[in-house]
């Protein structure tokens, strides 16, 4: 059976038995207060304030069978998680790992899941060059797949080359991701299908919400078979999965960006009294939090979520105006 034909069967049993017990579903991307928004890491701002125990209850709620965290180079959240509550068995700890190709600088997110700590601690040291990231990885026999492929995708660099070089490097693609334009989910899963069929080549489709607010945690996610993580996981690595569930809308994005503002301003207090901070920590989150109300008033946060949706239809849509082209071009080494 091919993986083409699997994934037509899980869908259509999703579809039609509306309930088969055989069918499991896990956010594959979600995030925690554990995210820390790295730019701005003095001033204690975050991309996501939601307690582990919040988004896994939520996750749970929404018919999760397993539930991860991948937060921005950390599995902090997870193991807080973990030694809250020792006894769970349908929780793996996952990472979003930020790496980069060296000569360009191009930065990539890659999805981790059912990693150690021991491990974790080794990606965090390879993690700034992706040539020595990725063949450790596959020499731990690690779990790991692009997140939002085009989401950062430099348009100096040539498209040929670097969609060539991905999907040497990479098995698992985030085709469908809850905060992504549908218009670069669409593509990457044009991309995906047809090297599978015109290269015979075995890459697993996944989804993610990519939640950093409890709003959309869940809605979008993976669906694959087993009774356990672990059988999950080994059923994603061969295949057996896809994408389910909605990206999104605009509207929602922006808002979820001034909820973020609105829980950085209900930590204040928290942060003032904290003896976890430094008097100059404390000024310079106080400035920080200032600052962001006019900011925030004029509507920059807005503005800037604007350009980064609109960049990502215009570099998608480049692409797709020259797909085949690129497609012909493409001719990765296995």
């Known amino acids: 059976m091919t993986v083409g034909t699997t994934i037509n069967h899980l869908m259509s049993d999703l579809t039609n038995a509306g309930g088969d017990a055989s069918l499991k579903r896990a956010d594959l991307h979600c995030h925690s207060r554990f995210s820390v928004f790295k730019y701005f890491r003095r001033a204690n701002t975050r991309d996501c304030y ?26 902090d959240g997870a193991l807080y998680l973990l030694n809250k509550y020792p006894d769970l068995k349908d929780f793996f700890i996952g990472e979003e790992v930020e790496t980069y ?14 990693l150690t700590e021991g491990q974790h601690r080794e990606v965090q040291r390879l993690r700034p060059n992706i040539r020595e990231l990725v063949p450790y990885m596959k020499s731990e026999r690690m779990l ?37 334009a549908s218009f670069h989910n669409k593509m990457v899963q044009q ?11 075995h890459i697993s489709m996944v989804g993610g919400s990519d939640a950093h607010t409890l709003k959309h945690v869940a809605k979008v996610h993976t669906v694959s078979k087993g009774e356990t993580a672990e059988e999950f ?11 389910w569930g909605e990206e999104m809308r605009f509207r929602d994005l922006v808002a979820d960006i001034y909820l973020l503002i609105l829980a950085y301003h209900g930590e204040t207090r928290a942060d003032l009294l904290s003896d976890e901070y430094t008097t100059t920590d404390k000024t310079i989150q106080l400035a920080a939090r200032l600052a962001s109300i006019p900011t925030a008033i004029s509507g920059l ?34």
């Open 233 to 243: 996981l080994a059923n994603v690595r061969a295949g057996e999965c896809f994408g």
């Open 101 to 114: 190709f060296p000569e360009t600088g191009q930065r990539i997110h890659i999805g981790v899941w059912g």
């Open 50 to 75: 939601n307690a582990p125990e919040d988004v896994y209850r939520i996750a749970k709620e929404r018919g999760m069978s397993f539930v991860t965290l991948t937060d921005h180079d950390s599995i």
């Open 301 to 334: 946060p807005a503005a800037i979520t604007s350009l980064n949706y609109l960049k990502q239809i215009v570099i998608t849509k480049g692409l797709s105006m020259r797909f085949r082209g690129l497609v012909d071009q493409i001719r990765p080494e296995r």
């Open 191 to 201: 991309l995906v299908a047809t090297v599978q069929h015109e290269h015979g080549r």
């Open 144 to 180: 790991f797949g692009v997140n939002h492929l085009f989401q950062n995708y430099r348009m100096k660099n040539v498209a040929s080359r670097y969609i060539a070089e991905i999907l040497d490097m990479f098995d698992i693609f985030e085709v469908l991701n809850g905060a992504m």
